[in-house]
């Protein structure tokens, strides 16, 4: 055989043998209100990178609007797609229940949670109704801003107008439960709603200081409230039986593993707030917070009006059980530990 022959058949050979390994791609869907400079957007790239290890070769695209990556998920265009808890409540009950309202107090709560959702234990709750959560992973507390720091206290809340994101019917019961006014909004504008005077009060995580300029709404007199009234996650849904369960284990563990990461930016966004801003509420009105959500959730238990049932089908109940049990491992001296009405 020609020496130039046996060329060809090398570099064929080489051809398809590379052709052969290489990973077919799949469309990985991310919504993150700073699209491709995000920081979850980034946090993602470091999953990303640890999921082609074991074989996913997943294409990152960023969405700003998180209903078009749901729409774009839900239409085959998008094999996972990276939602917020509100978004994942489409699809998962158990998991879309960690945003319940005040359920999630502490930062140390939910290293505990996300370390229980990446366990097989629960691995049954996070799969159905043709889909499955493949994972979760913090995008920080959510707090008050608002427009007056005079806003410190539960009483201080009524009359106060304040941004209910879409479908949030169990915050939109809060808000009436306390005598302030719901202001619907959506993640795409409540931003623009709250800098526009248009309401008094918005609760999202301390990123959107910067991100989203809401300074611009708090005005001279507004503050931040140190005081988290839930926990925003990233959650990755995908349809049931798109990957095989080795994967989705290992990328239910590869999620969890980001906490220290997505904690570091969520520190960091957090520490850039000017202390000027911050609302340091006295530890007696934290108290009366607790107390406040812990009994909207109660309350939520045979509510007979509209938003009442509404909200009370968010909830799932063995999520809620898992939570309390959860504040009571971190924080044991907690009155909700020994009350009769424990969730």
């Avoid at 806003?151 to 019917?169: Q, W």
């Avoid at 008094?200 to 809401?214: F, G, K, R, T």
């Amino acid at each position: 055989m020609a020496r130039g022959t046996q060329y060809l058949l090398l570099i064929l050979t080489m051809t398809w043998t590379v052709q052969g390994h290489a990973q077919p791609s799949r469309a990985f869907c991310v919504f993150d209100v700073a699209g491709a400079s995000g920081y979850v957007y980034n946090t993602l790239k470091t999953y990303r990178r640890e999921m082609l290890q074991v074989g996913e070769n997943l294409q990152m695209k960023p969405y700003t609007d998180e209903d078009r990556a749901r729409a774009d998920f839900e239409a085959g265009l998008c094999d996972l797609v990276a939602v917020t808890d509100m978004g994942a409540r489409h699809y998962n009950r158990f998991t879309g229940s960690i945003s319940a309202i005040g359920a999630v107090p502490r930062y140390e709560d939910l290293k505990v949670l996300l370390q229980i959702l990446a366990s097989p234990r629960v691995g049954d709750k996070m799969d159905g109704n043709g889909y499955q959560i493949l994972g979760v992973a913090p995008m920080g507390a959510a707090y008050l801003f608002v427009n007056d720091r005079s806003i410190d206290t539960v009483e201080d809340l009524r009359g106060k107008r304040i941004t209910v994101f879409e479908g949030h019917y169990d915050a939109w019961h809060m808000v009436e439960y306390v005598g302030a006014i719901p202001v619907p909004a959506k993640i795409s504008n409540f931003a623009g709603i709250f800098n526009s005077g248009q309401a008094d009060i918005s609760y999202v995580p301390a990123a959107a200081y910067e991100v989203l300029e809401m300074a611009k709404g708090m005005g001279v007199k507004g503050g931040i409230v140190r005081f988290p009234v839930g926990q925003v996650t990233i959650q990755l849904v995908a349809r049931q039986g798109a990957f095989d369960a080795a994967f989705v284990q290992k990328s239910r563990k590869a999620m969890s593993r980001l906490y220290n990461e997505s904690m570091r930016l969520v520190r960091q966004y957090e520490d850039a707030v000017p202390q000027s801003r911050w609302v340091d509420v006295p530890q007696k009105a934290k108290l009366e917070y607790q107390e406040m959500l812990r009994e909207v959730r109660i309350d939520l238990d045979g509510n007979e009006t509209e938003i009442g049932r509404l909200a009370a089908q968010v909830y799932d109940d063995d999520m809620m059980t898992i939570l309390r049990k959860v504040r009571c491992y971190t924080n044991p001296g907690g009155k909700e530990c020994s009350s009769p009405d424990r969730e």
